[in-house]
């Protein structure tokens, strides 16, 4: 379901590739750089009337649940409201709603955050936000997120996707593969699931084609399969260079302890959400030399921003400690930081209303992201999905415990999707 007078309707065969779920120093100026830096003068705490801040997350719900995502923007708002100041001084106030994975929770959601008046509202991971966005678009109220699930995420001129997510990576591998790796052979391996999934791997193959990979080999599995070793031996099968598993995290463990058991020699390659510790751990001998595409820098790396991060969450208490070996508290907690940003700068205009928020956003250009690529919300980043603002991936190798970055810089797919426009 589209709905909504903002959306921009988009060939679904499109969507599916871009729209795959993840059920899965400031930068230099020319956008390719590391991150801004989180560094500080001295504390500083906010005081006065607070910014309403709307946030919406799926938690405890049969399709999914994500309340990782949840602790990494709580902490955050702890962060920026007694370190940073808030916006302008004023503290940060999180009016949270949780959704159970179905449209009809999604749109109670919007409907009891808009009498909080949000100047925003931060997107967590939400299967229904198809049905929810248009009513954000009614009151003109900016959507804020940086994990794009669903169609309207992608395509709504009042969506504004500040780190890609899956989609980013999924784009991003098949640059990789074929540009750097060179691949001549590869197998996408992918949960068999009715809808975007399945068009995706599909879509996939014919972007993989037409970049020069003669053997594409599309390889379907269910998600409650109780042995992936057969899908793996058939996607093994005629030695390929690589193999790129579209699963959720669940399923990547899975798919690392059928690759050890058989010995597989291709290149494994996983998207963001399967490189979290729990993931890792279970995968054994299976996960060693995983290759993930990120849209974040790696949490157990050096960079400023990222140190910020893992002290922060280890200081919020005993749950956020836990969840920052995770690529979903990673993006809840970047994608607070850079709205508060975002917020600051809007302010510092005028009053602070939903119209002078989605203007700033949109005047965006290599703003500096918080771990991640700077973003530019201008709606043209990826064509056919203005919502995205930020292409950029890093490819990590998981090596003897530690990631390793195999190009030393952020790259991206965006342009690939003219392919098959």
């Not at 229904?128 to 395509?155: F, H, N, Q």
């Not at 093994?236 to 010995?263: E, W, Y």
């Not at 205009?349 to 703003?367: E, F, I, M, S």
């Amino acid at each position: 379901m589209r709905g909504g007078r903002a959306t921009i309707p988009v060939p679904p065969r499109l969507l599916a590739l871009v729209a795959v779920v993840a059920l899965v120093a400031t930068a230099c100026s020319s956008g390719k750089g590391a991150s801004g830096t989180a560094a500080t003068a001295g504390a500083k705490r906010a005081a006065g009337a607070p910014v309403v801040v709307g946030f919406v997350n799926q938690e405890n719900a049969p399709p999914g649940s994500f309340p990782e995502l949840r602790l990494g923007v709580q902490a955050a708002v702890r962060y920026v409201n007694e370190e940073l100041g808030g916006v302008g001084g004023r503290p940060v106030q999180l009016a949270s709603c949780a959704t159970a994975g179905t449209p009809e929770s999604s749109q109670a959601c919007a409907n009891q955050l808009l009498p909080r008046s949000p100047v925003a509202v931060i997107g967590g991971v939400d299967f229904g936000a198809d049905t929810s966005l248009p009513i954000y678009e009614r009151s003109a109220l900016p959507y804020v997120g940086a994990s794009p699930t669903v169609d309207a995420e992608l395509t709504s001129s009042d969506a504004f996707m500040l780190t890609g997510g899956a989609p980013a990576e999924l784009l991003g591998e098949a640059s990789y593969l074929t540009d750097t790796v060179h691949a001549h052979r590869v197998s996408v391996l992918y949960v068999d699931l009715p809808g975007l999934l399945s068009s995706a791997a599909q879509i996939a193959g014919q972007i993989l084609k037409k970049k020069g990979v003669a053997d594409t080999k599309l390889v379907p599995e269910k998600a409650d399969a109780p042995d992936l070793t057969p899908a793996v031996t058939t996607a093994n099968g005629g030695n390929p260079d690589a193999i790129a598993t579209v699963f959720p995290a669940q399923g990547c463990s899975r798919v690392m302890h059928a690759k050890a058991a058989l010995g597989v020699k291709a290149r494994m390659v996983y998207l963001g959400a399967c490189l979290e510790r729990p993931v890792l751990a279970a995968g054994g001998a299976g996960a060693e030399d995983a290759v993930f595409a990120t849209s974040l820098l790696p949490y157990d790396g050096a960079d400023p921003d990222v140190a910020t991060y893992r002290t922060k969450m280890r200081q919020y208490g005993r749950a956020a400690a836990d969840a920052s070996l995770s690529e979903l508290a990673q993006t809840g907690f970047a994608v607070l930081v850079d709205l508060v940003r975002v917020l600051t700068e809007a302010g510092a205009r005028g009053p602070l209303t939903p119209a002078t928020v989605t203007a700033q956003l949109k005047a965006t250009r290599d703003h500096p992201g918080f771990m991640s690529h700077p973003f530019t919300c201008d709606g043209k980043q990826v064509s056919l999905v203005p919502a995205v603002c930020n292409p950029w991936v890093r490819l990590l190798q998981y090596h003897r415990g530690r990631f390793q970055d195999l190009t030393g810089t952020w790259i991206s797919g965006g342009d690939l999707v003219k392919l098959v426009g």
